[in-house]
């Protein structure tokens, strides 16, 4: 399938419940996590969490830095991330729509002195040309020292040897998920002058720190 923003938050939008409670997907919350952690949360810092969906690390990065703003392109995993904040009394959140490739189309995120920026399970929805679009207006819009986080599917071996661990990851086989390889992902961001470290969690995802 041919990669369309509209047709994916059409289908986020169909699917809140469903990533809010994935009780069996132990490598969506393993990436997720360990992404958390190696955003290495300082209480001065402010997050931006692209593609945030209902704001699951959002919320728990809240606790631990001065501001989070999350985007996302599906507007009813936005709602349900604005009502799961103001239920817990969170007054430092900030929920967006926006995409990954244009971050700033319905808001100027540059004005918020971003330093830190969480991709979780968002990126490998868009095709390389955009990915790279996207992390570069990402980078673009970050304080210097910022980090970026990436966790996510990646290849770090050939898929192909691996079909049978595609479930594990939750990669759908090209339908609505275009991941890249580790090595595409991680030159993209050595392209823009970050210093890249990377976490294998499995042949297909892991986790990448990029310093900038
Ligand atoms: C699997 S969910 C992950 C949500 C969240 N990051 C987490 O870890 O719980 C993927 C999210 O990415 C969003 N998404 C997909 N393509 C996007 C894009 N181009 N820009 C922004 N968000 C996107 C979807 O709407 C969905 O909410």
Redo the contacts with the bound molecule.
């Keep these: 399938m041919i990669y369309n923003?509209e047709k994916?938050?059409e289908?986020?939008?169909g699917?809140?419940e469903h990533?809010?409670n994935r009780p069996d997907d132990a490598m969506?919350k393993q990436?997720?996590s360990k992404?958390l952690e190696a955003l290495e949360l300082e209480p001065q810092d402010i997050l931006l969490?692209?593609?945030?969906?209902?704001?699951?690390?959002?919320i728990k990065a809240a606790l631990s830095c001065s501001r989070v703003i999350g985007?996302?392109?599906?507007h009813k995993?936005l709602d349900r991330a604005r009502i799961k904040a103001s239920e817990k009394g969170f007054d430092n959140l900030k929920f967006l729509y926006?995409?990954?490739?244009?971050?700033n189309e319905d808001a100027d995120l540059t004005s918020y002195g971003i330093n830190k920026i969480?991709?979780?399970?968002?990126?490998h929805?868009?095709p390389d040309e955009?990915k790279k679009q996207?992390l570069t207006k990402l980078a673009g819009m970050m304080k210097r020292p910022g980090r970026m986080v990436i966790?996510d599917i990646m290849f770090f071996e050939s898929p192909e040897k691996h079909d049978s661990k595609f479930e594990e990851v939750?990669y759908d086989g090209g339908e609505h998920d275009f991941p890249s390889s580790m090595e595409f992902l991680r030159e993209a961001l050595e392209e823009l002058g970050a210093n890249v470290r990377v976490e294998r969690l499995h042949p297909l995802a892991g986790v990448m720190i990029a310093d900038f």
């Design positions: 923003k994916v938050a289908l986020f939008d699917k809140v990533i809010e969506f990436v997720g992404a969490d692209a593609g945030t969906g209902a704001g699951r690390n959002a985007i996302d392109i599906s995993s926006g995409s990954i490739e244009e971050p969480l991709v979780n399970y968002a990126l929805h868009l955009l996207g966790g939750g």
